[in-house]
């Protein structure tokens, strides 16, 4: 069997939404990176009337992270901003018909991307939050792989 899907390989080869969006108070803008492997991941989402109505991202990184990063973009378009929070890595994996195990944690890095995002998005725009829902997620086993 491949290692990679053909889901994958295909987010990975036409990753979709590369790009940025300018900032502007309805555009909340989340980077992270992974300590481990150097990768960064920049993650744009624009916001009108609670609802993402654009998302962009930039990621350099390894073609599971750019795989991960282009199906988030595609998941959450769309959506509610509470709805883009509830986002799983498992959820972007599964979309991706699956990852090798120790690229599991690339896939950590596109939760945490859209969740910094939407905490910037309420940070920008004085929206209360509960700071427990951004919480580190990364905390995967894999990663020293
Ligand atoms: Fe670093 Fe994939 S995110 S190896």
Do not use: W
Not at 4 to 32: L, T
């Amino acid at each position: 069997m491949a290692l990679y899907s053909d889901k994958v390989m295909d987010h990975f080869q036409n990753p979709r939404n590369v790009g940025k969006i300018e900032d502007a108070q309805n555009v909340g803008i989340g980077e992270v990176g992974n300590a481990k492997c150097g990768d960064i991941m920049k993650m744009y989402l624009k916001v009108e009337d609670g609802i993402v109505t654009d998302c962009k991202f930039n990621t350099f990184g390894c073609g599971s992270a750019i795989a991960t990063s282009s199906m988030a973009t595609e998941l959450i378009m769309g959506k509610s901003l509470d709805e883009a929070m509830e986002l799983s890595n498992k959820a972007v994996v599964e979309a991706l018909d699956g990852l090798p195990t120790h690229k599991i944690h690339c896939s950590v890095l596109a939760e945490e991307a859209v969740k910094a995002a939407v905490k910037d998005y309420y940070d920008k725009n004085g929206i209360a939050y509960d700071p427990e829902k951004f919480a580190q997620v990364h905390d995967c086993e894999h990663c020293a792989d």
